[in-house]
């Protein structure tokens, strides 16, 4: 079935089971990384405005300050959307513009701005699929101690009932919590994401407090929202050891119990891996009584973020610590992530083994890019393959008996790629961010004309009307 992509297009074949109108195409973004108009219409800073302000914490001195400035374009960009062929728009809701200050007063102004985007989708025939928490959390809550302070898991519960309430039926797909594991370790143990902090034990408590704040999320969803599907996104890939030495082995399964069964395993087993026992240890007055079975109340689908595998060997030659090593190919992306499409199957196949998995929607996968204008276009061909070569697997899934029910490019936009700054480009839209100009990539025509030709039939496509 690879043979097909050889020439860098996409093309579903008749009998694809992606041509299922049940299964569903998207693109996704997230708040932080493309609103822009951080301190407008009362919305107050998050986390990541705080990190931003840090000497040296993101490349090049960049901020989300402006971004793409989606809060003001937001109607030129459903047509994008729309132009697309996709059947729905995964976005993230800005904590602190919903409401941006302690005492539960909601900012009306800040919520108008995502009630008038989800109707503009529906009228367009674009299914919103909400993610409530994606990274940026309000400064306000960390200036009281953030995810590490349990309360902040019954303020995310509340901001899933006010999200959810507002909405009404308008949104039928909500994501809790997107990648705990940036969150917590990205953010909280290597110091890398907002809020910067470098320690393993807040780390851990910030990771159980996220899963908690999910479950707590789920049951407010299920409340304001009954006829909704809930799910949370998880993310990662296949973790291998470097070399077969025993002690890179061993870091290896350390490397995959932190990235994936320290959240797997409570959503989907009711406990933690091994090698994190300690968490519910009464010792260590973190887990409280009702937790895990918070955490673990069913779901109505997962969703999974896949990019590449990892490679990992032991550091200091101490068991418990661990580095990645150099991708084990030179076929990487400008991200220097190795594309590996295998590893998504592989890290999805070995997870159902191990627990009871909902269905199943890949909610990100995407890829960064040198794009370059050649002649006023982007010939991103690489980036062509790189979908390609996904879907293929997906398809093989799908026909090995997985339930997978969706697939979701990131991102729609170039956007603010988090410490890296406007260095790196996932987006199927170039983004000009001198004059916010958005200019459709190869990518995006193929992306565009596949869709079309699943919907339509040949004819629809973007790239004929350019």
């Known amino acids: 079935m690879q043979d097909r992509w050889t020439a860098k297009m996409l093309q579903l074949h008749p009998d694809s089971p992606l041509r299922n109108r049940d299964f569903l195409f998207g693109v996704a973004t997230a708040a932080f990384q493309v609103e822009g108009a951080c301190a407008t219409d009362g919305r107050t800073p998050s986390i990541w405005d705080e990190f931003c302000s840090k000497p040296g914490a993101i490349l090049n001195g960049d901020t989300g300050a402006v971004a793409c400035d989606h809060y003001h ?24 513009r919903v409401l941006p200050g302690p005492g539960s007063v909601v900012n009306e102004r800040g919520l108008r701005f995502y009630l008038d ?4 989708l529906r009228a367009r025939g674009i299914r919103p699929v ?45 994501c809790t919590i997107n990648e705990p594991w940036c969150a917590a370790i990205l953010g909280h143990k290597d110091g890398v994401h907002a809020p910067g902090h470098a320690d393993p034990e807040i780390a851990l408590a910030v990771a159980h407090h996220l899963l908690v704040a999910h479950g707590l999320a789920t049951r407010a969803l299920r409340e304001a929202a009954p006829h909704a599907q809930v799910g949370i996104v998880l ?15 061993q870091a290896a399964r350390r490397a995959e ?15 933690y891996p091994p090698a994190f026992a300690a968490l519910s240890h009464p010792d260590a007055d973190l887990v409280w009584p009702g937790d895990m079975e918070t955490i673990g109340q069913p779901i109505d689908f997962l969703g999974w973020n ?14 418990n610590l661990f ?56 010939n991103d061909s690489a980036r062509v393959d790189y979908i390609g070569r996904h879907l293929t697997v997906v398809e093989e899934m799908i026909a090995d008996g997985f339930d997978v029910r969706g697939y979701f490019y990131w991102s729609l936009l170039d956007n603010f790629e988090w410490a890296h700054g406007y260095d790196i480009r996932f987006g199927l839209f170039h983004v000009d961010y001198c004059t916010q100009q958005r200019t459709p990539k190869r990518s995006a025509l193929e992306f565009s004309a596949m869709l079309a030709d699943r919907r339509f039939g040949a004819g629809r496509a973007m790239r004929d009307r350019q």
Not at 73 to 96: G, K, T
Not at 263 to 270: I, T
Not at 306 to 319: E, I, L, N
Request: charged content about 20%.
């Open 73 to 96: 374009r937001w109607h030129s960009d459903i047509d994008l959307i729309a132009a697309l062929n996709v059947d729905a728009y995964r976005f993230s809701i800005s904590w602190s």
């Open 130 to 174: 909400v993610t409530l928490y994606h990274w940026d959390l309000p400064q306000y809550l960390q200036d009281a101690g953030g995810w590490a302070n349990r309360t902040t898991c019954e303020e995310f519960a509340y901001l899933a009932r006010i999200v959810a309430g507002a909405f009404g039926t308008m949104v039928d797909f909500y």
């Open 257 to 271: 119990d932190e990235l994936i069964h320290l959240f797997a395993g409570p959503l989907f087993a009711g406990r």
């Open 306 to 319: 896949y990019y590449t595998r990892t490679r990992v060997a032991t550091r200091d030659g101490q068991k």
């Open 235 to 249: 993310n990662g890939g296949p973790v291998e050891a470097a070399t077969p030495d025993p002690m890179d082995l």
């Open 117 to 120: 985007l989800v109707a503009a």
């Open 323 to 378: 580095q990645t090593s150099p991708p084990a190919s030179n076929d990487v992306t400008a991200m220097g992530w190795e594309v590996y499409p295998q590893g998504l199957a592989c890290v999805l196949r070995d997870l159902a083994s191990r627990y009871p998995l909902p269905p199943l929607y890949i909610t990100e996968n995407g890829a960064a890019f040198a794009d370059c204008f050649e002649g006023g276009a982007i």
